[in-house]
């Protein structure tokens, strides 16, 4: 059983509060100072007797009761002044709404406002989800009481808080909201979460009188499907503990909607020499069959294509390709745009833009680690030779190779080579290795030969790092046909669909079936969707491929000489390295088109240090970049970048183009329903649909301040205190005109 007290305790602390409760202990211990000072006056005095002070005593025996009643009145009116003021100071409250006479109800409201890509969206009617969100919005702003304090949050990627405090200037929070626009950038809802948690706990107001306004959506991918153990539930919990939470829901539950999910070279390899091809991704986001779709691509204003697509069911998506020539070398503008029909809910994602810069020459380092007294009979020659085959000094080539050796590594510029080539080298160093990880991570493609020289258990502790280094397998030990008696391993397809050997695979007869190969190195664990594109005969990897971050990193397990394979005599051997080349080169300009809200960043070259770089965005406005150094390199770097389309950067008399794309996570309009939103929060939230009728709703825990009431009970005790000192002094003190008559 619960005693009586604790049961009261209880009841008391569920019925009343303090916004803070240090001050009302605080005011609690000040009411202790009058009684001490009545206390320590009292010890002052000193009995001694006198015959005419007892003739007084005597005389004023019937009044001392009523100055004795007197006395203590005024006391407890003292100790009631200091304790009240603490009181009004620490702000108490009421949970009960049938007191709510004596009191005020001042609320503290945050208005969350969904403005991401995907608020966009017509779904009837001709207005947009974000002209809704913002008619609601401004009417519940009206309808605020004048002395609610209110703040704004905005959910785009990164989410921000523009009115991050209790703000009681109505004009000004109006005039924030007006002058808002949609971006197209994804939903933060794990950073607004953050912002609207913080503000509530900075808040002022009682804990009843906490509301959040939420005018979104509701898209099911944001808030994770609505599952109650995603991560962002948990932090949606933490704002329903602290205040009640509505949902203005500005959305259809279904809208029909098409997008353009990617738009890149179907190679990292774009050349003025050929024409190159390009992959363009359409997405059926809507519940209905996508028909009579097109696609039309763009190189500048000029149009270049018109592609048909076939019928798009729910949920799927198409990839069509096409070819593009590019005269010379140089930077290019292309872009698709898909006309999906009158349907189509939101246009903002039916378009793609990409930075195009074409070659005419790439640069690739070869380090030889077993170099010959001529070319070919290095380990790294007949390679070399064949990304760049000239039948005379003047034949055009596209690959560059320099050939150097293992000791002049570090004096290279790694960044300026698309592609870095280790012929049986024998290790890197722990320096090299983490400068080689930094170089694949950001794009820059890295092939690998193997090769007596090379020391496997280095290569696996460094370079593999089991699976966070750039190489795709660990290594083993060299295995040898010469002992078993077999006259030569063959190599065979592995992945016939893969790039680097698509072509290889309809042509059976080709010469790369019938090389040789006598001894390779072993490998044995593999990242994490790393391929094996060629195999030999006894199923072991012979040519194995990794994605690392930006870039990509190749092994061959045999040697690229006559050492351990005669591959290199074969005529394929030619177009496989040219076409293991372009897979893993790094793309030229590839970091210049990005997507929404990010900034576009610009590496700086030698000589550029000290140069002014001005970024122009799609919306023609500029300004000047900052600079970072990141890894020993000087960059520039934009503010974050919030409209679609092209830009440029200039850095001296270097001009970049840079394209920025709405976000791909944007287009699925899908939308959750209240239970799923009771299943995220942890408990009842308000829910209104109708928009037009939105109202100010009733809080559900809705608390009653007292400080004003008892700002206004401590006025009136300082006013009953005063007349009550007034007439104690006029008794006690004494009267002037029969003080002069006794002593004349």
């Known amino acids: 059983m619960i005693a009586p007290s604790a049961s009261s305790a209880a009841v008391l602390a569920q019925w009343a509060a303090f916004v803070h409760p240090a001050l009302a202990s605080a005011a609690a211990g000040l009411g202790l100072v009058p009684i001490i000072i009545h206390l320590l006056n009292r010890r002052r005095h000193r009995r001694v007797p006198w015959a005419a002070m007892s003739f007084l005593l005597a005389a004023r025996h019937e009044s001392r009761k009523r100055l004795f009643v007197e006395q203590w009145l005024l006391l407890a009116v003292r100790i009631l002044v200091i304790v009240l003021l603490g009181l009004a100071l620490a702000r108490p409250y009421l949970q ?13 409201r945050i208005l969350v406002i969904d403005d991401s890509l995907s608020v966009q969206a017509v779904d009837g009617g001709g207005r947009s989800r974000w002209q809704r969100a913002l008619a609601a919005a401004g009417r519940l702003l009206a309808a605020f009481p004048t002395g609610d304090a209110v703040s704004v949050v905005t959910m785009a990627a990164p989410a921000s808080a523009p009115l991050d405090h209790a703000s009681y200037d109505r004009r000004a929070a109006r005039r924030l909201i007006d002058e808002m626009s949609p971006s197209f950038q994804s939903t933060d809802v794990a950073g607004t979460l953050g912002h609207v948690t913080r503000i509530l706990r900075e808040s002022q107001a009682a804990a009843g009188n906490r509301a959040v306004y939420v005018f979104s959506d509701l898209a099911r991918r944001d808030w994770e499907g609505g599952r109650s153990d995603a991560p962002v539930a948990l932090a949606a919990r933490r704002v329903a503990e602290l205040a009640a939470v509505s949902f203005i829901h500005v959305a259809t539950p279904h809208a029909p909607n098409a997008s353009i999910r990617a738009l890149e070279p179907d190679s990292p390899l774009v050349s003025s020499a050929m ?19 097109t696609v039309d691509v763009f190189r500048g204003p000029q149009l270049m294509r018109r592609l048909m697509l076939s019928a798009i069911e729910p949920g799927q998506s198409e990839t069509l390709s096409f070819s593009m020539s590019f005269e010379h070398a140089g930077q290019y503008q292309v872009h698709a745009a898909l006309e999906a029909g009158p349907t189509d809910a939101l246009e903002a994602d039916n378009v793609r833009y990409l930075s195009v810069e074409a070659s005419d020459d790439i640069p690739v380092l070869v380090v030889d680690g077993h170099p010959g007294l001529t070319r070919l009979e290095g380990a790294a020659g007949y390679l070399a030779t064949a990304l760049a085959p000239r039948v005379s000094a003047a034949d055009p080539v596209l690959f560059q190779p320099k050939t150097i050796q293992p000791l002049d590594l570090d004096a290279e510029v790694w960044d300026e080579f698309g592609l870095i080539v280790l012929c049986n080298v024998e290790r890197l160093t ?42 795709p397998c660990a290594l083993g030990e060299i295995v040898s046909t010469a002992a078993s008696g077999v006259e030569g391993l063959t190599i065979r397809l ?14 059976p007869e080709s010469s790369l079936f019938t090389a040789r190969v006598s001894s390779y190195i072993r490998s044995t664990a593999t990242t994490d969707g790393a391929q094996t594109v060629l195999q030999y005969g006894d199923g072991s990897p012979a040519l194995m491929v990794a994605s690392h971050g930006a870039g990509r990193a190749a092994l061959l397990t045999t040697t690229v000489d006559m050492q351990w394979a005669n591959l290199a005599a074969k005529m394929d051997f030619v177009p496989l390295m040219l076409k293991v080349a372009g897979f893993l080169t790094r793309r030229a300009g590839a970091h210049r088109t990005t997507e929404a809200g990010r900034p576009w960043v610009e590496p700086l070259r030698l000589g550029e240090r000290g140069q002014v770089c001005e970024f122009v965005a799609p919306d023609g406005s500029a300004h000047v970049a900052r600079f970072e150094a990141e890894h020993e390199r000087l960059r520039a770097v934009s503010e974050p970048i919030r ?12 001009m970049e183009i840079f394209a920025c794309n709405p976000s791909t996570d944007e287009s699925d309009l899908e939308s959750l329903d209240p239970a799923e939103l009771e299943s995220v929060f942890g408990e009842r939230v308000g829910y209104v649909q109708d928009v037009e ?6 809080l559900s825990r809705r608390s009653t301040e007292l400080s004003t009431t008892l700002l206004g009970v401590v006025f009136a005790l300082m006013l009953i205190e005063l007349a009550l000192a007034s007439r104690r002094a006029a008794r006690v003190a004494p009267r002037g005109g029969r003080g002069q008559s006794a002593t004349a």
Do not use: C, K
Not at 643 to 654: E, L, N, P, V
């Open 430 to 471: 722990d320096p090299q290795w983490r400068r080689m990880n930094q170089y694949v991570s950001e794009g820059g493609g890295l092939l690998i030969t193997a090769g007596d020289q090379v020391n496997a258990r280095q290569y696996t502790s460094a370079g593999f790092a089991d699976g966070s280094g750039p190489l």
């Open 693 to 698: 009728r939105v109202q100010v709703a009733d």
């Open 96 to 108: 009960a709404d049938g007191l709510s006479a004596i009191g005020e109800h001042r609320t503290h």
């Open 275 to 293: 024409p190159s091809r390009f992959n363009v991704t359409v997405a059926n986001e809507g519940t209905q069959v996508l028909r009579g779709a």
């Open 643 to 654: 409209r679609i389309g092209f830009g440029t950067a200039r850095i001296g008399s270097r």
């Open 494 to 507: 592995a992945e016939p669909m893969h790039p680097m050997v698509g072509e290889f695979a309809r042509v």
